[in-house]
């Protein structure tokens, strides 16, 4: 469904055939200019992953499309001024303030090299430095705007394509301002503090209270949104357990966010904004036995789901296999080993890797005596996830029976 609406949303390019057309290289141009808008233009909603996006598209596949239409947005971008340079035979056309094409030229020409700048950046601090990264992407509405403007050069706003362009920034417009809201916490609510409490190495459980009623609107392997200030970065955090009037988020320390939760204490708050995902969608779907592989910290979305499920169907056949570099890395593994012992359908392997090595296929087929039929879940680092999903579709895994967890805190 997602991508059938992502396909439509496209097809106002053919107005520029129909409605605007001048010759072959001019209306290639422009082209390029429309499908770069729509690309920018889905890149900002996309990078909201709440709400009616999340049924559009399957779990794993939202932060794949925003991805990929942001490196879209980019190179079509970058195209477009190549094409009218090539046009009009006059590469001056990429310099702003140079080339004497007027303030509407220059606007694209520095969109254009401030989003190659920011393209370039995002990827090398990402991982290191969360909070800056964060903080490009309200960069991306300010190209989306200068953009849009940008595009009134060649654009008769009462033609179909223009009626387009004012609708998709106006839908974008609202998206950018509940963006903006939901950051500065005014979708939060306030949460005190129950427990926080060290669970294995580096690993910390906080427990906050949640209201009743808004608990039963979550579902077991969400995350949420969450803060320790009114104008703090929001973070998400994967709900590692849902009780009747309190929920718990497992994380590990690795930058200056999680250390200063480290650091909170019973009566502290939280600003909370969520739940959200619908991971336990794939759960509820099929009747199919259930395989979980954890790495690391990878095990905190698959520990709610695992907990939901023993409680309220107790019959239902469940595997989880637990991968950490040594024994102190392992989260909850005593209260993992007791569930093994009283429910007999709950099969649990911790897999050492400082003693067994790495889990692969082969730890998997020694523990389940067929695969097919059966839904399987990964969640954990990326070289993990991909080298395991590879060597299941090895074995005959259908991809549709594979369902994996972006791999973060």
């Known amino acids: 469904m997602g991508f059938t609406v992502l396909a439509v949303s496209y097809t106002p390019l053919l107005f520029r055939i129909l409605y605007d057309y001048a010759t072959p290289a001019k209306t290639f141009s422009k082209m390029i200019t429309d499908a770069a808008f729509i690309s920018f233009a889905w890149l900002i909603v996309s990078g909201f992953r709440q709400g009616y996006l999340r049924s559009l598209f399957t779990p794993n596949m939202l932060g794949k499309v925003h991805n990929t239409l942001g490196l879209v947005a980019a190179y079509l971008v970058i195209l477009h001024p190549m094409a009218v340079s090539m046009l009009y035979k006059d590469w001056t056309v990429v310099l702003p303030f140079i080339s004497g094409y007027g303030l509407l030229v220059a606007l694209g020409s520095i969109s254009l090299l401030l989003l190659v700048l920011t393209v370039i950046a995002s990827h090398i601090i990402r991982k290191k430095y969360y909070e800056i990264w964060n903080l490009l992407h309200y960069l991306n509405y300010v190209f989306f705007v200068m953009i849009f403007i940008h595009g009134l050069v060649s654009l008769p706003l009462r033609t179909p394509t223009g009626i387009y362009y004012i609708f998709l920034f106006s839908f974008c417009t609202v998206a950018m301002l509940t963006k903006f809201f939901f950051d500065l916490k005014w979708l939060s609510f306030k949460s005190r503090i129950i427990d926080n409490r060290k669970v294995a190495d580096n690993i910390y459980n906080i427990t906050f209270a949640v209201k009743p009623t808004l608990l039963r609107m979550w579902e077991p392997g969400q995350y949420v949104m969450l803060g320790v200030s009114r104008m703090g970065d929001n973070h998400p955090m994967s709900l590692s357990r849902i009780n009747e009037d309190s929920a718990e988020v497992t994380f590990k320390v690795v930058g200056n966010f999680t250390r200063v939760l480290s650091h909170l204490k019973k009566d ?27 790495g690391g910290i990878g095990i905190t979305p698959f520990r709610s789901i695992i907990s939901h499920e023993l409680e309220n169907y107790p019959d239902r056949e469940i595997h989880l296999f637990f991968c950490a570099k040594d024994e102190s890395s392992f989260a909850f593994n005593e209260d993992f080993m007791q569930l093994a012992v009283t429910h007999k359908n709950f099969h649990y392997l911790e897999v050492c890797e400082a003693t067994a090595g790495y889990l692969t296929i082969k730890t998997l087929q020694q523990h389940l005596t067929e695969f097919s039929n059966k839904q399987f879940f990964i969640c954990g680092p990326d070289a993990m996830r991909e080298a395991l999903m590879e060597q299941l579709e090895d074995v005959g895994v259908s991809k549709d029976d594979i369902a994996y967890e972006e791999f973060g805190y």
Do not use: C, E, R, S
């Not at 939280?270 to 509820?284: C, H, P, Q, S, W």
């Open 268 to 294: 502290n708050h939280m600003f909370i904004t969520g739940a959200y995902g619908t991971l336990y969608k794939v759960v509820k779907d099929t009747t199919a036995p259930l395989v979980f592989i954890a």
